[in-house]
């Protein structure tokens, strides 16, 4: 199997040696690619990128969907793997995977574990081993087949939140879906920077508003409202 892993950044100067370090090191004698997506960042993350293995490109428009499909358009992996900058999968992320396909599954997930003992976490962490739409984000990284992205036309680029969760909706159509054992390791920066009662507010709000429908325009006013990002 080969694996394609893509990393959407704008501003992860602070992780991204991290990230591609780990995805090299646990993953050092298989068929391995790391594509680094960035978005017009203002600090070091493009510097500090191409002193890794990675592949590192830039694009002039930034926008998570649309640079993880730029990724997936350059990927020559059967599998792509898409990961954010601030999280870190097992070591075993290249047999999980490799394990699932191999047992017929299409697309799938990891399930959460923040970078802090904060017991609130600890108990949203819990809940993401359920197979539930709440637990549909990035956050958890997601690998899917690129047969399969490609023949479902991988993420909508006018989205500007729930992308992730949409384009699983759309896969789950086609193809089987896992929850691998194991959990990603997730910042809680999200958490520092705000409450985890206003996190919690904002990610029901905006969940309510996208089952309704309303435009991606009104889902990023409801987040602007609850959250510092």
Not at 17 to 29: I, Q, T, W
Not at 51 to 72: C, D, H, L, Y
Not at 131 to 158: H, M, P
Request: aromatic share 12%; charged share 20%.
């Amino acid at each position: 199997m080969r694996l394609s892993v893509i990393i959407p950044t704008f501003n992860e100067a602070r992780y991204i040696r991290r990230l591609v370090d780990h995805l090299f090191e646990n993953a050092a004698s298989v068929d391995l690619e790391v594509i680094v997506v960035d978005g017009g960042s203002t600090d070091d993350t493009v510097s500090i990128a191409q002193t890794t293995p990675a592949m590192v490109v830039s694009i002039e428009q930034k926008g998570r969907a649309r640079q993880m499909n730029f990724g997936a358009g350059m990927a020559r992996g059967e599998v792509l793997y898409f990961v954010h900058a601030d999280t870190l999968p097992p070591a075993s992320y290249f047999q999980d995977i490799e394990k699932s396909v191999s047992s017929g599954y299409a697309l799938g997930r990891y399930q959460t574990r923040f970078d802090t003992n904060n017991w609130l976490l600890k108990m949203n962490a819990f809940f993401t081993r359920f197979d539930w739409f709440v637990c549909y984000g990035g956050d958890q990284t997601l690998f899917i087949a690129k047969e399969l992205f490609d023949s479902i036309g991988g993420y909508r680029e006018n989205m500007l939140l729930m992308e992730e969760y949409e384009l699983v909706e759309r896969a789950r159509k086609q193809a089987g879906y896992q929850v691998m054992p194991g959990a990603a390791l997730v910042s809680a920066r999200k958490y520092d920077q705000n409450s985890w009662l206003q996190v919690q507010q904002a990610n029901y709000r905006i969940v309510q508003l996208y089952k309704k429908g309303c435009s991606q325009e009104m889902l990023v006013a409801a987040y602007k409202k609850f959250l510092r990002t």
